[in-house]
């Protein structure tokens, strides 16, 4: 099932779907706030090696991180088109540097699975489940646990 | 339309002001460095707080100050000496007047019985009977006496004069003052003294030297009209003058005569009592009670006596405080904001027309530049608003000081200086809790008690000397006792107690004292109830890191201790050099930089392993590589690092940091990391340049300590 529109019924999720590092992934659009293409950030010093730098987002300082690198997945080629999804969790914003966005998804409550306890425990951490969309496995992600390793960085 | 509870806010905010007002006026006192007023001005503080409180029903409030306001009274009339007993004891009972007018504000009842306790040790102090004239209490305007004396206002037979008076300039040249004449009338019998503005020019056009005021007063008197004329006979000629006899059914209504716009009505007050009232009754008839509390702002009703119009002038443009709005912040901030955005577009705008081809016209150039110079005075405007004198704050530790040394049993004072330096009002804010902390300690860590103080040969009473000034870009505020210093040796042996340190560390002066910012730690020999509750002076520290300031220490062994703190005037814009480092732009504080150079390699040198120093005209400093320090690169390459600058650091000295190239000097607006990311140690913050893109603020003092860390597996950057 294939769907541009809006979902009216509370049951369904819209999610915004993309590829980055071969593999599809997905986050609910309510944290979303924009896309955007890339642009070249500043480097902070001594951040993990998942945190590109800080871009300006009209006005506000905003941090980027290569999502492939902070999954533990081979880094992505840096071309310009790269794009950049904002993010916002609570008060904070960030953006992911991902290769595409391919999809705006309406799933229904149901059609997200369980993460399968293959998973390494790092990806287990980051996804929320998975969600089947022809033939596709797309990986819906727990945007709140890509934070918190901040608190890390800043120390 | 204002609502009561807006009222009631603008009641506490004036009640502050007013309560600001009573203390620095007790402690003018307390000096000795009263003027005149000093007394009248305390006397109407406390008056104006029991006016606006019962204007909002706030019964205790108004209970206190009455009594408060009674003993204050009695040393207005000179029927008190303002021994230093008795001004402990006002001082006190402001405290307490304070902590009440708190309470209020937050809408918690008073603790009765303290406050009770608080105003009988005041009244006995007084000499009154505690509760005495508690059958007058009745809330009405203030009373007034001063140099004005209405006699006896009993008399109720007569007859009535109606009497119109308006002085000519040459009144007031000459020296006269119509205040006595007014007074000898009264004298005569009971007078109503009305006060005619109608004449008094907008400030503007005022013209001091002129007369403007005119009165009309109803005397009853049993004295003749010659008797009455005889008053006005030093003046005669000098002014338009008639009095004429009305019965004594009808008094004057014609009041309108003079526009009555304003009137003072002097009358026997209510209850019977001696006294004679000035009904101030500004602008308008009498208002009700909420307005009332409005004008607590506005000159307090013995400003508008008639001791004051020695020249004419008139009574509410006398001696006035400039006129000034109440603006809420956040409008203020907002306005810093946009001001934020409008210094990044300029820049913005200012390079897209340098890289444009029609760069090079001078009228382009010359518009630029207006451009900038005008965005930059806006910007300093806009900082001026926020801005506000430390004064307040100030005022606020005198109370602590007082309370500490109370409860230490130690004798203090406190000295303010340079209490017009103005500071960012959110600095201030965030100020006061570190400061109340520092000034606590002095008193109870610093100075010693009296006995040992005189056996030292020191006076009994211990100073803290807390002061601000601007110094090349910052705020500057020190605290400074003449107490025993610290005593390095049991600072370190606690820091080895507590195991903070290791024992067999050998330490500088200056490391030990820097001790005392280490969280948990205390060398109160007993925690005591004000300061070692658990907030350290790391607490202090931390509070002002917050603010982009620095804490530092120097003591001198039984001569005190200072501390000081420097401060950034302001958290919103900031004059920055622009370099390069590695491909990456960042910004240095122009207030940091000592200077710039691109030194002979010969100047280098190697300490140890992999450290370096410069030599600056014979001086060693620290040679730093941004570049590295911040992990954007493991080595310098040709043509790399080839720029120092050298930058301050505050008390540990100026280091020497290696930059690629500097490529300009320009306002940058801070922008905080700390909200989407967090702190970066040697970062301050970050700002946006005028290409779009984001530079970090280097923080140098931090910068060395992250230098020092170094060696650490480089870091792979995506980006590169």
Redesign the interface.
Known sequence: MRSSGYATDPDIRELVAFRTAGQDFCIDILSVREIRGW?????????P??V?????LR?????IL?LA?RLGLE?IE?TDRNVIIVAAIQ????GLLVEAVTDILSVPATGVQPTPDLASDITRSMLKGVVVQEERLIRLLDVGQLLPQ??D??A | MVGFSDLKEIFFVEADELLSALESGLRAIQTGAEGGDTVNAVFRAVHSIKGGAGAFDLKALVGFAHRFETVLDDLRGGRLQPESALINALLHASDHLADMVGACRQGLETDAEADERVIVQLELQAGRLPGAEEEGFTFEPLPMDGPFSFGDLGVSTGQTFLIRFRPHASVYASGHDPALLLRDLCALGTAEVTLDMADLPQAGSFDPGQSYLGWSIALTTTSSADEVHKVFEFIDGACALEIELVDRESPPSDQSLFGASSQTTLAPSPGGSEKASLLPTPERPPLPPPAASRNLAAPSPAEVSPTAPGKGVAPASNNGPRPTIRVDIDRVDRLVDILGELVIHQAMLTEAIEQSPGFGSVEVDRSLDQLRQLSRQIQESVMAIRAQPVKPLFDRMHRIVREVSMAAGKSARLVTEGEATEVDKTIIERLADPLTHMIRNSVDHGLEVADKRISLGKPAEGEIRLSAAHRSGRIVITVQDDGAGIDREKVRQVAIDKGLISPLLELSPQEIDALLFLPGFSTASEVSNLSGRGVGMDVVRSEITGLGGRVGITSQRGQGTILTISLPLTLAVLDGMVFDVAGQTLVLPVSTIIETLRPDGSLRHSLGHSDSVLDVRGRCLPLIDVGTALGFRTSLSQGEGEIVVVVERGDEGAIALMVDGIRDQRQVVIKGLEANYGQIPGIAAATVLGDGSVALILDPNDLAAVANAIPRPPIQHAAE
Do not use: C
Request: proline share 12%.
């Open positions: 642009s070249r950030p500043a480097l902070l010093p001594h951040a090696t998942y590109q730098g800080v871009i300006n006005g506000a300082v905003v941090p290569d690198r880094p840096n008060s904070r914003i960030f901040f608190e960085a800043a």
